[in-house]
C-alpha cells in the first residue's frame, strides 16, 4: 500500500512537471482560445491541458502501476483513450462539429464495449428486482459513456472546474470502490486514483487565474475516463449501482439534464450554446470566478457525501436518501434560476401551501 501511494505522488509531481511543456506546445499547435462572448478568458489562452493528464496517467498506469493492471484490459482502453485524445487535440487545434465530436466517443465507446468488455450487464430497480440488459446492454452502454462524458465537457467553463469537480469525483467512487463494494476488484480503485493523481498534479496550472485550459482534449478525456471507470468500478451493486455513480457526479449530470430541459422549454436546439449553465448563474448572481468554483466544488463534496452513504443505508434508507436528494436539488436549480427565473413550480407550490396554511 505504501508503494502504491509513494508511486501515486510520484504520478501528481509528473504531472505538474509536464504541463508546462505541453503549454509551449499548445502555442506551437496553434491549439489557443480566443476570447469570444461565450468565454470567460480576456485573453488568448493555450488549451489541450489534458494532454498533460494523459500523458502522466499513461505513464503512470504503463510504467508505476503495471504490474497491477490486467494486460488486454489495459491496452483494449489505452486505445480507447488514444481516440479520445485524438478527437479532442483535432477539436481544440481545428474546431470539429458536434456530430463528429460525438463520432469519436462513439468510437471509443465501441473499444470499451467489445475489446475491453466493460458494459452494463444488468440493472437493479427498486421494487422491480434485477433486469438483465441482453441485446440492449450495447446502447445503454454507449449512451451511458456518451452522457457522461459530454456532461464533463460541459461542465468545463470556468478555470479549475472540471478538474476540481472530477477530482472529487473520481476520489468518491475510488474510495467507495475500494472499502465498501467486495464486487470490486482492487486494481480499479488503484486505477481510479491514478487518474486522480495526474489531475491533481494539472489543477495548479489550471485553477483561477489559468495558465493552461483543459480544452476538449482534457475535458472529454476524464469525461470518458469517469463514464469507464463508473461502469467497471461501481457494477453489480445492487440498487447502488444505479444511483451511486448518479449521485457522485450530481453537478456535472444535473448541469446537463437542466440545459437540455431549458432549452425544449424555450424552443431552441438542445445543442445550441447558451450562458445560462449552472456557474453562469452563479456569477449572474453575483459570485467571483473563484466564489463560483468554489461554490461548486462544494456542491460536489455534498453530492460526494451522500453517495458514501448509500453503502451503509438500508433499502429504505437508500430510498428516502433519494427523495431528500431530488427535493433539495430542485429547491436549489429552482432558487438560483437554472431552468429560468419563471419557472418555480416547487417553490410556488411550498409558497402557495405557506399562504393557506397561514390563513387557517
Not at 428486482?129 to 464533463?152: D, E, K, R
Not at 422549454?265 to 473563484?290: C, E, F, K, T, V
Amino acid at each position: 500500500m505504501f508503494n502504491i501511494i509513494v508511486k501515486l505522488f510520484l504520478t501528481m509531481i509528473i504531472a505538474a512537471i509536464i504541463t508546462p511543456f505541453v503549454r509551449k506546445l499548445a502555442f506551437v499547435l496553434g491549439a489557443v482560445d480566443n476570447p469570444n462572448a461565450r468565454r470567460v478568458n480576456k485573453k488568448p489562452m493555450p488549451t489541450v491541458g489534458g494532454l498533460a493528464i494523459f500523458l502522466s496517467f499513461t505513464f503512470s498506469t504503463f510504467v508505476l502501476l503495471r504490474p497491477q493492471f490486467p494486460t488486454h484490459e489495459l491496452f483494449s482502453v489505452f486505445l480507447a483513450e488514444c481516440i479520445i485524445i485524438l478527437t479532442g487535440l483535432i477539436d481544440d487545434i481545428r474546431e470539429l462539429k458536434p456530430a463528429q465530436k460525438m463520432l469519436g466517443i462513439f468510437i471509443a465507446s465501441l473499444v470499451v464495449y467489445f475489446l475491453a468488455g466493460i458494459k452494463m450487464t444488468y440493472v437493479v430497480l427498486p421494487f422491480f428486482g434485477s433486469f438483465q440488459l441482453g441485446w440492449l446492454s450495447l446502447p445503454v452502454t454507449i449512451f451511458w459513456i456518451l452522457a457522461i462524458t459530454n456532461a464533463v465537457n460541459l461542465i468545463d467553463g470556468l478555470d479549475g472546474l472540471a478538474t476540481g469537480v472530477s477530482i472529487i469525483a473520481l476520489f468518491t467512487m475510488g474510495v467507495i470502490g475500494y472499502f465498501f463494494l467486495t464486487t470490486t476488484d482492487t486494481y480499479v480503485s488503484i486505477w481510479i486514483f491514478a487518474m486522480v493523481a495526474s489531475l491533481l498534479g494539472f489543477l495548479p496550472h489550471n485553477f483561477h487565474p489559468a495558465k493552461i485550459f483543459l480544452g476538449d482534449t482534457g475535458a472529454l478525456f476524464i469525461g470518458f475516463m469517469i463514464a469507464v471507470f463508473s461502469l467497471k468500478g461501481l457494477k453489480n451493486v445492487t440498487f447502488v449501482s444505479l444511483i451511486i455513480p448518479i449521485v457522485i457526479l450530481g453537478v456535472p449530470i444535473t448541469d446537463t439534464v437542466y440545459a437540455m430541459l431549458r432549452r425544449f422549454l424555450n424552443n431552441r436546439p438542445i445543442s445550441q450554446a447558451d450562458r445560462h449553465h449552472l456557474h453562469h448563474r452563479l456569477m449572474q448572481l453575483g459570485l467571483s470566478h473563484r466564489q463560483t468554483v468554489l461554490v461548486i466544488y462544494g456542491l460536489s463534496l455534498v453530492f460526494s457525501f451522500i453517495a458514501l452513504l448509500y453503502p451503509v443505508s438500508s433499502f429504505w434508507g437508500g430510498i428516502l436518501l433519494t427523495i431528500a436528494v431530488v427535493i433539495g436539488l430542485e429547491l436549489f436549480v429552482e432558487s438560483i434560476g437554472l431552468v429560468g427565473e419563471n419557472r418555480q413550480p416547487l417553490l410556488h407550490a411550498i409558497q402557495h401551501l405557506v399562504k393557506r396554511l397561514e390563513k387557517h
